[in-house]
Each structure stands twice: as C-alpha cells, then as structure tokens.
C-alpha cells in the first residue's frame, strides 16, 4: 500500500529533489556527449577536477614511463597467476588450513589483471597523479586478504603507531617537551613504491616464531603465499599495456599497508638506536611521524633516516614547528613556554570544507548525525581557550553546507555535551542480534516502510541508501573489464528466429554460463531437466539461439546471490511475453506490480 500510495502521488518529489535528479540526468548526457571531458575525484581534499582527456593520459604516460619503477610487459601472465593462485589454494585445503567454502572461493573464476588509474592531486602544483591501482578480482586479491589478517598481528599498536587524532590527543596529555627540544614532523616520500619488499620478507622470516603461533600453515608454504601475493600483484593494465611495478608495493594491495608498516617500524627500532639524542616520543599515523629533536641534529637523523633502506630509494621530507606550532593529522600541535603540548583542531587551506550539504537527498537524521560528529571532533580536539574560535568555524563550515541556523546551535550543543563526556543513556533492554539492512532512500516513502518493518521484524536495523551520488558523475579511468568475463551478471541470450529472450543470472563469467548453455542447447536430446532456454529450442526446432558476444546483454550487475534473484525476476517480469523462461520461475512479489509498471517502457521488446 505504501508503494502503490506513493507512486500513484506525482507531488512526493520536491522542487529540490526534482532540480536534482534533472540537473544529474543533464549532467549525465553532457559527459556521454563530450567524453574528451572527466569529472575526477581529487586525492586527499574533497573536490572534484574537470580534466581534459588528454591532459590524463599524457599525465598517466609521464607517470608509467619511469623505467626505475615500471616496466612493459609483452606476455599476459593473467594464466599463469590463475594456475599459481589455484594450486597454492589447493595446498592450503589439502593440508587443513582452510575449509572447503573458502578454497572455492580463493579460486580464481574469471580473474583479471589489477588496473591502475590516477588520482589528481589538486592540492599541489601541476596536479600530478597518484597512482592506484585497483587488485579486486585479480588472481592474488583474496589470497591477499587471508595474509594480511595474519601479518597485522605482528604490528605492536602501542610502541609507534597512533590509531587516530583521539588517541594522540590522549597520548600528549602530561607531555613535557625537553628546553633543548623542538616538535618535528617528518613524512616519507612515497612509502608504498619505494618499501624494500625483500628486506620486509627477512623482517617477517626473523619473526617467525610470532607468525607461526597465529597461523597452521609450515614456514614453506606461508612465503609461498606471501611471495605470490606480492608479487602477482606488481602487475596492471592500463589501456591495451600491461605493466610489471619493478619496486615497492602497489598501492591497492590489500597487504600493502600492513607490509609498509613492517617497513617503518623496523627503520625506527634500527635507527632510534644510532640517534646522537633520546627523542621524547615517536609516533605515526602510517607515513606521517611527529616526534621531538634537537634543531642542531637535524640534519644527522634525516641522513641516519635515510640511509637505512639498502636500495636508498626511501626518502624523508621534514618540517620543523614555526611559531611554536606544527600540524600533524588534523591537528594543530602548539608547544607553550611551559613545555607542555596543546592542541587546536587543524584543516589545511586547500580544505573544501565541503560535508554533505543540507539541501542534499539524504534523511534528516544522517544529516543532524554528521554535524553533530564534525562538531564534537572539532571540540573534542581542540583546547577550550580555542572554543570562542571553533565555535565560529563550525558555524561558518556547516553555513556554507546550507545548514540552518537552528539545526547548527543544536547540533554544538550536542557535541559540547559528547565532548565534555556526557552520553546520552540509552536503558533499552536488549533484545536477540540486530539484522542490518540497508534501503534505498525515498523521501515521502522510506520513513514509512523502515515503521512497517519495524512492526513486522523488530530486530530488523534499517540504514538509508542513497540512489543519486556525487560517486555516479566521476569518470572511471580504469581499464574496462571485456564484457565476457563480468561476473555476478543478470544476462539476457536472444533467439534469432522469434526475437525472444532468455533472461539468466550468474555469479561466475559470463562465458563460462555462455558454454553451458551452448552445450545444453547442442545436446537438448538428452534426457533430464532443461533451462528455459534449451526448452525452447526443443519444442521449436526451426529456431536458433544468437550467441555471438555482440547480441548476449548484460542487463544488471549484482554480487549478493538473493538481490539478484530478485533483479532477474524483475527483469522476467518487464519484458512479459518476450521473455522466453518459465513463468514459475518468476518469484517477484505482487507488491512490486505498480513499480514495475512506471519502467516497463523503458525495456519494450
């Protein structure tokens, strides 16, 4: 009832929602129109960089032509990693370390090369690009993900790591900067390239007798995996080239922060030692150190810093405090006569200051949530004598959202009670384990069926989705996957005699359920169950099926088994008599009638 309520009301859209969903769809047909223009999502600031398509690329060639990281490579290894990955999967399961389900999904389906792609850097001259480089769906990318799990056990959280800007704030409290000392922050010069691979494997090899209590798996067969994940992951695509990283570690490696922090963690145990003074603290947030030094040893430590990696290509920038302040994260660290360390909450001036906006299409209650928590950190870490200022600067941040006033003064004095560490009680029993769930967000119809939910499944937890995002607009600059190798599809095979269609879903590619069917439709003799497909050409001998890769569609992606059952019988049920599958196959709800009615247009015939 709620559905058909809605949908049947043409005025549930407002003005602001209608301007932008018709300023998006506008937006949309431009750049298919103009696609010399990208819409980039820039590196570290929240903006978005209008680039010509040919700046990019002569940018990306600039980058990938540094034969000191990479190199071409002429021969695809894409089957190789397949056939290393498969039987390095096959030994983990044959001697126990992992079950079954897991060993079916560490084998590769489909897999296809890591692509790379460039994040502008608005924030520095020139906007040169970051490279990244995207490993899910390639042979080493769940591999991957099980070695990380077991590495990260090895970093000691407490000895130079910072988990956050909180938890820094906390440490600093008490500290007592030495007369002689200065704060100083350093910040290594691209970490992820230029880690030394092998000598973090002698760190892990020497730390063995830690790794082998937190994993089944011999000293052999566990450097095999590492060995495989590393370096099956040093090669990309980008356009019709595949390139081999010559050094350091690819940024997109599931294992490479972890790995990088290995790195740095022993270049401080290493080098702390040979320092010619004690500092009175170290820590870092992954490549950003903040520490304490004496001004006149400078420029020995950078040179002890240095020095340490035996192929000399880790660097370190430094920065030393100017007016008794330094940044570090999102704070600003202010060192008083007194010695002791205070702290203003810190945003660098390329900051956008943009949240998401007021006028947005998002609940409410999410909006009040991420004003509430932007003001609560800025108060949280800053020192009252800066209140008075912050104050200002939260108003002026969350105006430029198009917050209102009201909503602004609530929003402060929630977060001062957070800050000041009152919480808010909450005396609900608890109950049996929450289910989530999230929904797409409709304003006018949302709210109403998260209550009808909660009436019909209490333990049911829902969390609104946006459909329309900032995400949708960005041009996606990776390598494109071929069409016959997409996974978790919904799909449609035509016959060329009647011009009806199959519609099928699959979680593999969609070659292998191409074959299937191809050798179901050429041996439909056979006794035993047939598809939808074979049926029909069994009962219409004179008719033929269109395989070629030109005529199979791919009409929807989704990896979740039950949302695409969900899709397919949609896509069953818009395409009505042209759809050549079994009627009983279509589980779609009656509820869905009305919905489905407003887009049956859009896929006639």
């Not at 919904?490 to 060329?496: G, H, M, P």
């Amino acid at each position: 009832n709620h559905l058909t309520n809605y949908m049947s009301n043409d005025k549930n859209l407002g003005r602001m929602e209608k301007f932008i969903h018709d300023t998006h769809r506008k937006l949309d047909k431009f750049l298919r129109r103009n696609e010399h223009i990208l819409v980039l999502k820039s590196d570290k600031c929240k903006r978005a960089v209008i680039m010509y398509r040919t700046e990019y690329e002569s940018k990306m060639s600039m980058l990938l032509n540094d034969r000191s990281t990479y190199e071409v490579v002429e021969v695809n290894p894409i089957k190789k990693l397949m056939k290393l990955n498969d039987s390095l999967a096959r030994r983990l399961f044959d001697e126990e370390i992992i079950d079954l389900s897991t060993h079916r999904k560490f084998k590769c389906v489909g897999s296809i090369l890591p692509r790379i792609s460039g994040l502008p850097k608005a924030h520095k001259d020139g906007i040169p690009l970051r490279p990244v480089v995207d490993t899910m769906n390639s042979p080493a990318y769940q591999l991957s993900k099980f070695m990380n799990d077991i590495l990260k056990l090895l970093i000691d959280d407490t000895k130079y790591n910072v988990k956050n800007s909180f938890e820094f704030k906390e440490f600093l409290q008490g500290v007592k900067v030495p007369r002689a000392h200065k704060l100083w922050s350093i910040d290594a010069v691209s970490l992820y390239t230029n880690t030394d691979v092998k000598h973090v494997r002698k760190i892990i090899e020497r730390k063995w007798d830690v790794v082998k209590c937190h994993t089944k798996m011999s000293k052999k067969l566990f450097f095999d995996v590492l060995d495989f994940c590393i370096e099956g992951s040093t090669y990309f695509t980008h356009g019709d080239e595949i390139y081999k990283q010559r050094e350091g570690l690819a940024m997109g490696l599931s294992l490479a922060p972890t790995l990088a922090v290995i790195y740095l963690t022993e270049l401080f145990d290493t080098c702390m030692p040979l320092l010619p003074y004690v500092p009175l603290f170290l820590k870092k947030y992954i490549d950003d150190v903040i520490s304490t030094i004496p001004e006149r040893h400078i420029n020995e430590t950078l040179h002890i810093f240095n020095n340490f990696s035996k192929t000399k290509r880790l660097k370190f920038t430094h920065e030393l405090e100017s007016e008794r302040k330094i940044n570090f994260l999102d704070i600003t660290l202010i060192h008083r006569t007194d010695k002791k360390v205070i702290t203003n909450w810190f945003s660098k001036d390329i900051s956008s200051n943009r949240m998401l906006s007021f006028l947005s299409n998002h609940p409410l209650s999410m909006k009040q949530n991420i004003i509430t928590s932007f003001a609560k950190r800025v108060l949280t870490l800053s020192d009252p004598i800066f209140k008075g200022t912050n104050y200002r600067r939260i108003i002026n941040i969350l105006r430029q959202n198009q917050y209102p006033a009201d909503m602004i003064q609530k929003a402060i004095q929630t977060a001062k009670s957070l800050s000041s560490g009152s919480q808010i009680s909450n005396n609900s029993p608890e109950t049996a384990t929450p289910i989530y769930r999230s929904v797409a967000f409709i304003p006018g119809l949302s709210h109403r069926i998260q209550k009808q939910f909660k009436v019909m499944n209490p333990v049911l937890k829902t969390a609104p989705k946006t459909v329309v995002k900032l995400q949708n607009v960005f041009s996606c600059m990776k390598t494109r996957i071929p069409k016959m190798i997409r996974k978790g599809i919904v799909y449609r095979i035509k016959c060329k005699t009647c011009s009806r269609f199959y519609i099928g879903e699959s979680k593999r590619c969609l070659c292998t359920r191409k074959e299937e069917h191809e050798y179901d439709v050429k041996n439909k003799s056979r006794p035993g169950p047939k598809t939808a497909l074979t049926r029909h050409f069994v009962d219409n001998l004179t008719h033929h099926p269109d395989f070629s890769e030109k005529e199979i569609k791919i009409l929807d992606f989704e990896t979740d088994w039950h949302k695409r059952k969900t899709l397919e019988a949609c896509y069953i049920w818009l395409y009505g008599d042209s759809a050549l599958n079994y009627k009983t196959s279509n589980k779609l709800h009656a509820t869905y009638t009305n919905v489905m009615n407003s887009f049956k247009h859009l896929h006639a015939g």
